[in-house]
């Protein structure tokens, strides 16, 4: 059974970092691209960044370029994303997806969910 558990989420202040990890089991890591969707309240799920298997192919939306870093570890089978001078814009809760295909934007295309891990950012 594929799991995905999201961890790294809390409560931080304008202009403070966090890091988001993805920890997946179940399903053979390496071959799979990986993304970060949010969900900020009162607005639907958007896409956020996505890594490709080898680490080579890396898209973010452009709210989070220059902020935002998507890394993997394919021993450890663990995905991060490291956020830096957030923004209240960025409180959401935000999830890891996983898909066999390719670096995708389009969640309809992701298989696998994690629950989701809260961030929320205070002015």
């Known amino acids: 059974q594929v799991h995905l558990v999201e961890s790294g989420g809390g409560l931080v202040q304008a202009g403070d970092s966090l890091r988001l990890s993805c920890q997946a089991s179940?399903?053979?890591?390496?071959?799979?691209?990986m993304g970060w969707f949010r969900r900020a309240p009162g607005k639907a799920r958007q896409f956020v960044a996505a890594?490709?298997?080898?680490?080579?192919?890396?898209n973010y939306v452009d709210s989070v370029k220059g902020r935002f870093t998507v890394s993997r570890d394919n021993d450890e089978s663990t995905m991060y994303l490291e956020m830096n001078s957030l923004e209240v814009e960025d409180t959401a809760v935000y999830y890891c997806?996983?898909?066999?295909?390719?670096?995708?934007?389009?969640?309809?295309?992701?298989?696998?969910w994690g629950q989701g891990t809260q961030v929320t950012v205070s002015s």
């Open positions: 997806a996983a898909n066999r295909a390719t670096v995708q934007t389009t969640q309809d295309f992701y298989e696998y």
């Open positions: 179940g399903l053979p890591f390496r071959v799979y691209v």
């Open positions: 890594i490709s298997p080898s680490g080579s192919v890396i």
